[in-house]
């Protein structure tokens, strides 16, 4: 019962049926026949959603919410009872091969999002699988590699996410990594799958497997880890018998799993007859929702949206042939695909086509280049779709570079140098460079993969059927130099330090101060907003309140994403400068505002606490920073908290010389003590060298206390250390 079936089913019996778990996490990958989880083998069709990539760049928690709907549904009228997602691991790196299926670079965003899928999906009644937790930010020796990561880049970077979807949407099952977490691999970590999950968290779920993961079935069972998938013949029942037996294992934890795997089964059980999908509805569903995943970078001179009239050339092969999934597990079937050359003849009527590269490598490449060259000089406006190709960004293996396929990028030098505006198409699942042809071009649309309704969605938005509102997710370096893992992804030796620590993505550009190409939280859009009155009060000691208006200014209808950063207190730890903490959607009609309010939450000022393990709020002013991303702040308003005031730690003879002299009680009297006898000169010396107690203010009172020349006695010392406590 506590091993599959087979690749995607559980056992049945005990009267618990057999359960189906498929991979999601953007669209329902049912296979029938032979069954794989490497994608090899065809599955059922169904509707390829955007990807994490994408969902991430709509910052619309309530889109996300009717996407989980319609993938619940999908699964369920394909007899599916847990949908593997949605996948919330943080981009680390621009370089991770799985990024396609990940949210964004930040914990909030990520949470925010993937609460709501789950709440989607579940509201169908189909179970979620929260993945992959934790700290599984790429794909090299994944099977094997260690994450080295200290405590507070845990707790404020790659668990807050986790955490947030099972305290607030309840998934009925998490699954965990493949790697292990500071040399203890995920799926027989006690502290990860108990402790922390289940005891600080109260999750009441299953946790499975990730397929293949477990490297030894006893330590999985009794660190938590209930369901083995795939199945492994007789070998993981064999194993845990054998421990009961011998008394390794208690009988109860067995029990424990297998009532765990019963609510499963009872939570996902149909409770009416499955439904025909509408799959033209899920299909517009993907295409709107693809249409809010567009990220309008760059538009020079009004160039985008394209108007009928207007002489368009089409170039580039992803015209045609749309990249609009990753590989791997999560690949889907799908029921249909919009075509953008297509599209855009529909919404434009004639356009002039070239391919100007091409995938097949028996193809002319200087003769397609040429083609796309006139076609570009003969054009108003000249559209390059460029991008990555699916064996460029797939599970199972990270990118070792930024680059566009360098006939890409010469098609856009190529056209760029005669056309008279030239736009870039962009489609690719992970970040790519866009140097160094960035300048020569009028406008950019980051268009990831955006599923099978990608080129409905493309189309809408250089036409202006759509007001592109989508708003990056991840930072864009300028270099791959540039990035906070780059001397540390993807390790070395099995091992991968996790250097940065707490600065990962904006969390490092803002606070080192380093250029980028695009900011997270970055995206234009073909109206203006502006803000109005940003207002911030403290709503109790560490908590505040805050409310802007936001105005559309320009002549067409847009939604703007509103962001509000947090920029700490002074404080005892190094911090980012800002941190994302809250945001929200909103739709405005030209000339129409709204009121935007906030409600700032204790962890949107604290930070974690390694020595006392908690999370702590600084006392101080902290400030509230509206942006437009995170590098573009447009209004901020300091609001003073009382924040977490301790009482001092009792000192021991241990405690440094700085901790007794800057104690609020001991410090005065022992500079007392240390000063009883002595001249005016004397003290007048001290007074001046300033450099004296930095000597030796990280040394142990007792050791000082020792020296020649200080020798305070122990009477006198053991005296200070009962005034502090």
Known sequence: MLSGRDFWSTHEGDGIRSLVLVDGPHGVRRQGGEADNLGFNESLPATCFPPGVALGSTWNPDLIREVGEALGREARALDVDVLLGPAINIKRSPLGGRTFEYFSEDPLLTGVLATEYVHGVQSTGVGASLKHFAVNSQETERMRVSAEVDDRALREIYLPAFERVVTEAQPVTVMSSYNAINGVFSSENEWLLTELLRGEWGFDGLVVSDWGAIKDRVDALRAGLDLEMPGTGDEGRNAIVAAVRDGRVDRAVVDRAID????????????????????????????????????????????????????????????????????????????????????????????????????DPAADAAMLLEHARAAAEAADVAVVFVGLQEKDQSEGFDRTHLDLPAEHVALIQAVAAVAERTVVVLSNGGVVSLEPWHDSVDAIVEGWVLGQAAGGALADVLTGVVNPSGRLAESIPFRLQDTPTYLNFPGENEIVRHGEGVFVGYRWYTTAEQPVRYSFGHGLSYTTFAYEGLEVSASGTDTAAARVTVRNEGAVAGAEVVQLYVAPAASSVRRPVRELAAFTKVRLEPGESAVVEFALDRRAFAYWDIVKERWFVEPGTHRVELGRSSADIVASAGVPLEGDIDKPAPLTLESTVGDWFGHPVVGPALMQEMTAGASAEQLAAASENENMLKMVESMPMGQFARFPGVEIPDAALEQLMALSG
């Not at 569903?285 to 089409?314: H, M, S």
């Open 260 to 359: 765990r795997l019963r609510r499963l089964a009872e939570r996902t059980a149909v409770v009416a007859p499955a439904d025909l999908t509408d799959m033209d509805a899920h299909h517009a569903l993907a295409r709107r929702a693809a249409g809010e995943a567009v990220v309008l970078l760059r538009n020079e001179r009004d160039t985008l949206p394209l108007r009928r009239g207007q002489r368009i050339a089409v170039l580039g092969e992803l015209a045609v042939k749309p990249q609009y999934q990753g590989g791997g597990s999560s690949h889907v079937n799908v029921t249909r695909l919009d075509i953008p050359l297509d599209e855009l003849r529909a919404a434009l009527g004639d356009l002039v086509y070239a391919p100007g590269y091409a995938t």
